[in-house]
T-cell receptor, first 116, second 114 residues
Framework: AQSVTQLGSHVSVSEGALVLLRCNYS??????LFWYVQYPNQGLQLLLK??????LVKGINGFEAEFKKSETSFHLTKPSAHMSDAAEYFC??????????????FGRGTQLTVWP | DTAVSQTPKYLVTQMGNDKSIKCEQN?????MYWYKQDSKKFLKIMFS???????INETVPNRFSPKSPDKAHLNLHINSLELGDSAVYFC?????????????FGPGTRLTVL
């Protein structure tokens, strides 16, 4: 079985501050990990993904995430927050094996607020 | 050029009615999905079709029936609507159902059942 836990349903930062959104996963098989962003009244957009290879993954809009197998984590970071980063962020996990094939399991989301 | 489109964007209806939501993708993908996002923004997969064949059918009431007339379309029909069906429904598509599984999402359909 696979699952995702996002610590903190709400995160607030000042513009220019570091953004850190936490994601821990549970998976019995090698996972593929994703971060999606949802702006108000819109669908989800892929920020970045980890499948295999380099554990530090760079995405769009200056975001990056690091896959740490020993910690079962895939935290999302951005060095300097911008007002336009305010949105809901979802971490998700899937696998290309067994019963989880094709199923994307989402965390409950983290609402990021950016203060001027 | 919208990659994944859904109609309607908003749907308000009475309990007991039957309604449909349509989804179309022009990305040439072979796999399409329906997700339900509840009022707390939790996203859960409902169905997935690969080349017009159902491959994922989560625990969803049989009042919900997906139909895929071709690879580019996946519609969702809901019979006897209930208050608890109120949610945002997202359609998504991907190339393949497994490896990397990058999914592209539509803008969502907000269903309100009165």
């Amino acid at each position: 079985a696979q699952s995702v836990t996002q610590l903190g349903s709400h995160v607030s930062v000042s513009e220019g501050a570091l953004v850190l959104l936490r994601c821990n996963y549970s998976s019995s098989v090698p996972p593929y990990l994703f971060w999606y962003v949802q702006y108000p009244n819109q669908g989800l957009q892929l920020l970045l993904k980890y499948t295999t290879g380099a554990t530090l993954v760079k995405g769009i809009n200056g975001f990056e995430a690091e896959f740490k197998k020993s910690e079962t984590s895939f935290h999302l970071t951005k060095p300097s927050a911008h007002m336009s980063d305010a949105a809901e962020y979802f971490c998700a996990v899937t696998s290309d094996r067994g019963s989880t094939l094709g199923r994307l399991y989402f965390g409950r989301g983290t609402q990021l607020t950016v203060w001027p | 050029d919208t990659a994944v489109s859904q109609t309607p964007k908003y749907l308000v209806t009475q309990m007991g009615n039957d309604k449909s939501i349509k989804c179309e993708q022009n990305l040439g993908h072979d796999t399409m999905y329906w997700y339900k996002q509840d009022s707390k923004k939790f996203l859960k997969i409902m169905f997935s079709y690969n080349n017009k064949e159902l491959i994922i059918n989560e625990t969803v009431p049989n009042r919900f029936s997906p139909k895929s007339p071709d690879k580019a379309h996946l519609n969702l029909h809901i019979n006897s609507l209930e208050l608890g069906d109120s949610a945002v429904y997202f359609c998504a598509s991907s190339q393949g159902a497994g490896l990397s599984n990058e999914q592209f999402f539509g803008p969502g359909t907000r269903l309100t059942v009165l």
